[in-house]
Every structure is written in C-alpha cells, then in structure tokens.
C-alpha cells in the first residue's frame, strides 16, 4: 500500500455524464479535480448507441462519442483523469479518504471534497442472445427514452413488471405498432396506477408467466422466443426491438458504511435541491442518487450543482 497519501481539494469518483460536469465546473473553479474512471470508463451512455437526446447535438451522437466529447472537455480544463476504481472509502474525518485498486496497487487519496458520481447499472437477463445483440447495438436496449424513437411504427418486446417497465411501455405505444409485454408472474409489480395505464392502451399486450429464452437475430432483433411458465408452451413474437426494464442497481456499495442510502440503495440527499449527503464536503450527482430520471441530460445537471456546492464548502472552510 502506498504509505504517502496523496492529498487533493476535489476527488471525483465515477464518470459518465454528471461526473465530467463536475470537472469541467470544478476544474474551472481552480479545485484541480482529479476523477477516477471506476470500472466502465463513461459509464452507461458506452452501452448505447445513438444518442439523440442531449441538448447541443442536432444530428444526434453516439453514446461512446459523446463521453469522449466530455472527457476531452474535462481534460481541456485540466481534470486530472485516472483509470482505476475506488475500493474503500472511510468518511469519518474532516479529510476524506479513499483507497484506489487493490493490492500493491492500492493508492490511498485524502480529499477535502468528494463528488460521488458512480451511477447505476442497468439490470439485464444474462442471455448471451440479449447481451450479444446489446453489444453490437443490434436492437437491445435498457431505456426506451433513449431508443424508442427507432422503432416507430415497428413491433417491440419489453420485459419487466415494475413502475419503469410500465412506464416504459407506456412510452414505446406512442411510437411502436405494437408492443409486447412479458411479466414473469402472473401479476405485476408495478403500482396500480401504472398497470391501469399499460391496461387502457390497445396497442400493449401483457403476457404473464412468461419468460424470455432467446432473443432472435444475427445482426439484429428480428423476433423474440417466449415460454409460458405454466404451460410450458414457446413461441416466437415478432419484434425489431428487445426492452429490458428489469430494474437498476446503484453503484453505491463501497459507500453504504457511511452514506445514508435508501432501501433500494440510492444515495439519500440530505437537504433537497441541493447535492449534499449527509457528510459535510462529500456530494453525490446522477444516477446513484436518482431512479427517477436517470437521463444524461439531469446527470450533467446535477453534476454541475455537486461542483458548485463542493465549491462553496470549500470556500466556506477557507480551503483555497
Ligand atoms: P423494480 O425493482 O420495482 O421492478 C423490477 C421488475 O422487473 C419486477 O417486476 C421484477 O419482477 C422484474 N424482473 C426482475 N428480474 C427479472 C427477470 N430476470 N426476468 C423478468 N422480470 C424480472 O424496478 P423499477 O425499475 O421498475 O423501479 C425501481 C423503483 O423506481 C421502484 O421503487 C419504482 O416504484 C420507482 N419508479 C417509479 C416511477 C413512477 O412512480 N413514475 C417510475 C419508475 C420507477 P418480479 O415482480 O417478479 O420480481
């Protein structure tokens, strides 16, 4: 282990799109941010494909692009950009500390100010169909907000029975033929709300005790092969798009010994409409703190606001 901690103003851990604002901000502010990258260099946008939802790209972009576009912009105002990811942190001091990597390797940092922006991960079956088709942009998606809109007029499968699926659902039948519904139960998790929303709109048909075995495709979706868990019975439906809306899981586990969380593991803010925790000088942006929103465009929002706030703590502890 190293034995000399280093000792920075700003640590920004995670990097998608609301931990780069936090360094393009912090950066700017004179706060030297030094970012660790964490395990998915530029977090869920690299799992998508075109990206036509962020404000100041009228052609649209490519997720991959976009996060190289705000990891030059962060690096362009000197942030410190690091691979690796942050296995330890203990935030019971006025200096925060945290341990990087693992091993020999391990690099103890202490921060005056840390900005968590570690993310969610969208939860996916684990068919090494639905996985193969994901990665090559074949038609797999995890958020119908970011990829609907390419399958207007089409036919599509979402799997889920939760809030965000029906919602999902509910999204995708403005733009879809026809959309298609596998519950693996015979009843919904959703709230009755949502289900009597998916259940008013003629173009949803909810299949129960259904199970996906293969999304079917070379290049891309062309169908999706179902069991119904009762009977047994499989059959194909046909579709060009695969949903998954099975959940996220918050990257916020190494944070849990000190980070108020809430029962599904999302940080708690400890003062709304503000980006505080409930430790003085760390703040959290983005996804790991909300299963509300979760689009690119609220991360960055939120990024920014972490920044600012980090910034005034500083200056209010005469740190400069
Ligand atoms: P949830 O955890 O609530 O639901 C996940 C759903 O996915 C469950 O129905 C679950 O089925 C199903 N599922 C999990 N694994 C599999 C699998 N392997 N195969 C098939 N189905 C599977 O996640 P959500 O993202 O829907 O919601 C997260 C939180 O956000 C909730 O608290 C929700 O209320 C909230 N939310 C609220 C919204 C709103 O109010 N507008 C909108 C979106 C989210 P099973 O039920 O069988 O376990």
Redesign the pocket.
């Known amino acids: 282990m190293n034995q000399n901690p280093e000792h920075v103003k700003c640590l920004i851990i995670g990097s998608g799109p609301a931990g780069y604002t936090a360094a393009i901000y912090a950066a700017r502010a004179d706060m030297h941010p030094v970012m660790y990258q964490g395990m998915q260099p530029g977090g869920q946008l690299t799992e998508t494909t075109e990206v036509d939802n962020f404000p100041g790209y009228p052609e649209g972009i490519n997720g991959p692009a976009m996060m190289a576009d705000l990891e030059a912009q962060a690096k362009r105002f000197d942030t410190d950009v690091r691979t690796g990811f942050v296995t330890e942190v203990d935030f019971s001091g006025p200096v925060h500390k945290a341990w990087v990597g693992e091993g020999d390797d391990r690099h103890e940092i202490h921060a005056d100010s840390v900005i968590i922006s570690t993310g969610a991960s969208a939860?996916w079956?684990g068919l090494e169909s639905e996985l193969r088709l994901r990665d090559i942009g074949g038609g797999v998606s995890a958020c119908a907000v970011c990829d609907g809109f390419f399958y207007r007029g089409q036919e599509v499968v979402i799997?889920?029975?939760?809030?965000?699926?029906c919602?999902e659902a509910s999204y995708l039948a403005k733009l879809c033929k026809k959309v298609t519904m596998l519950v693996?139960?015979d009843e919904?998790?959703?709230?009755k709300a949502m289900q009597h929303r998916v259940n008013g709109l003629e173009n949803i048909e909810v299949r129960y005790n259904t199970e996906t075995v293969e999304v079917l495709g070379d290049q891309g979706v062309d169908g999706v092969k179902v069991k119904n868990s009762v009977t047994g019975e499989e059959d194909v439906i046909p579709a060009t798009g695969f949903f998954v809306?099975?959940?996220?899981k918050p990257n916020t586990d190494v944070f849990k010994p000190w980070i108020n969380l809430d029962d599904?593991g999302y940080i708690v803010y400890e003062q709304p409409g503000t980006s505080r925790t409930n430790v003085e000088g760390v703040f959290v942006a983005g996804d790991a703190a909300d299963?509300?929103y979760r689009q690119a465009v609220t991360a960055a929002g939120t990024g920014c606001m972490a920044a600012l706030d980090a910034e005034r703590y500083l200056a209010a502890k005469g740190i400069h």
Not at 159 to 165: C, E, L, N, R, T
Not at 188 to 191: D, F, I, N, T, Y
Not at 245 to 248: D, L, N, Y
């Open positions: 939860k079956l799997v889920g029975a939760g809030d965000s699926a919602e693996r139960r919904m998790r959703a709230s809306a099975i959940g996220h599904q299963k509300t």
